[in-house]
């Protein structure tokens, strides 16, 4: 009777409760509950000087320098909107992390270590962490000039009585920002999933309540609202099979098996998997990055409200996330990004030479450079869907808003994206422990 009530419940339900019921499993999941919990605790805490209410009014702009604040704010998991110490969030070391994969085919002793194996990999893990520190010291001072020229902060400087406030400020978020990379670490080596990503999550996840919120304020427009929440839907079913998609290229290789003093040749065949997005996010954070820079730049020197405009202000207005020119640039922005980032990452790979010298080889094609040839022909046409999608994700907020009507909703695409990839890689991570352990698993 019980084995029957077993089987009548919902897979996930039942994998939830077999995680529950092996003590290591649990300890993991408690474990990175603990830490998620303690993110947020850190999230709250201010800096000395901080003036929170005049970042949430300054964040509440949505353009220029308030969306460059407001992509910062979405990685920190809502501790910029706090002015935390945990403000710059985990964003120095992902750009720590790009930097990194973008120099390890360019410089040949990089590319030495990386083919170390383990202790490879240790070592530019090393490099990763020593470099998030400057970038976090960067990354805090520039925020917080730009904080200044937008009255968020004040006495900000180098010299005089500006020195002292300015280091101990950078210093708190410099440290902040370590922090939450160590607990990251803590989660992916102790508990469940990819903890930086997990830390990401979680801010996302937090601002539900508020985008609940502005939805009863859109209930005067109930079919805009129904529309708004049909097409959220829509949106976020392609993103999950979009994720999940990829293109199997089938692998043929040889093996030797000794039996009584002789050799035997035996084949097997395989697949390597070529993910429709291999990019990722990173092509959506380049594009909003580049695309926000020279909204925040002319901003400097746009003339002050009730003055004559300027050039300056021709370039805000034109950079701005309510122009069509902003939305068109973020989709061709985001396509070049993907081609170029989904390249460095296969040729970093080197797909072609690796199966040759495994003894494999693709049916039809010969081994080494014709495999690379085939193979990079293969991943640019893979990569087109890819490029699409990503383009399309990131400019479904415009496309959502002139459909239903709703200005006080904005859709979370890049949320969305964060949400999916980070939910399905922690539930790929724990349905592989419960399979260890001979319990049937829950993605099938």
Known sequence: MSQERRDT??????AMIDAFGQADLRRRILLTLGLLVVFRFIAHVPVPGADVEAMRQFLEGGAGAGALVGMLDL????????????????????????????????????????????????????????????????????????LQHYGVVSNIGLSGDALLPTVSMVIAMTAGTMFLVWLGELITEYGIGNGVSLIIFSGIVCTLPELIGRGYLATGNMWGLVVFLALAMAILVTIVIFTEAHRRIPVQYARSLYRGGRMYRQSGGTHIPIRVNSAGMIPVIFAMALLIFPGVVAGFFAS????A??????????????????WGMYFILVMGFTFFYAMIIFQQQNLGETLQRQGAFLPGIRPGRTTQHYLNRVITRVTWAGALFLAFVAISPFIVQNITGIQVLVLPAIGMLIVVGVALDTMRQ????LMMRRYEGFLK
Do not use: C, K
Not at 430 to 433: C, D, I
């Open 304 to 307: 002050p409200p009730g003055d």
């Open 75 to 146: 990685f920190s998991g809502g501790a910029m909107r706090n002015m935390s110490v945990a403000a710059l969030g985990v964003y120095p070391y992902i750009t720590a992390v790009i930097i990194m994969q973008l120099l390890v085919p360019v410089i040949p002793r990089l590319q030495a270590i990386a083919r170390e194996g383990d202790a490879g990999r240790a070592r530019i893990n090393l490099f990763t962490h020593w470099l998030t520190v400057p970038l976090a010291v960067l990354q805090g001072y520039g925020q917080l000039i730009l």
């Open 430 to 433: 724990l349905e592989a422990q």
């Open 309 to 326: 405009p300027n050039f300056a202000n021709s370039i805000v207005n034109l950079f701005t996330s309510t122009h069509w020119f902003y």
């Open 9 to 14: 419940r919902p897979r996930l339900l039942q």
